[in-house]
Nanobody, 125 residues
């Protein structure tokens, strides 16, 4: 599975962005998907995930209510809608895929099998 995140950019605080993750390969719909971010000088952080069918999502407390993850398995796409952006949201955002045998969200980065390159989000105050 290959992943490519896109949609990042420079945005003012309070604005919105929609990040996309394009997946290619076999049986993409059998993978749970996750979004992570890594800010300069900080460790990679799980911000949310979605089950393989899209029926279940989980979010880190730091982004609940502002971030929304969705997926379109027909298009092999996963999305991250980010609203009410804050300067502390500045980071490289990465999507990842985890092979699962049930409809679960995977909140642990070491359980992910494939990673995309990431897209940079910069939020100005």
């Amino acid at each position: 599975v290959q992943l490519q995140a896109s949609g990042g950019g420079l945005v003012q605080a309070g604005g919105s962005l929609r990040l996309s993750c394009a997946a290619s390969g076999r049986m993409v719909s059998r993978y749970a998907m996750g979004w992570f971010r890594q800010a300069p000088g900080k460790e990679r952080e799980f911000i949310g995930g979605i089950s393989r069918g899209g029926g279940t999502t989980e979010y880190a407390d730091s982004v609940k209510g502002r971030f929304t993850i969705s997926r379109d398995n027909a298009k092999n796409m996963v999305y991250l809608q980010i609203d009410s952006l804050k300067p502390e949201d500045t980071a490289v955002y990465l999507c990842a895929a985890a092979w699962v045998i049930s409809s679960v969200v995977v909140p642990v980065d070491r359980k992910y099998d494939y990673w995309g390159q990431g897209t940079l989000v910069t939020v100005s105050s």
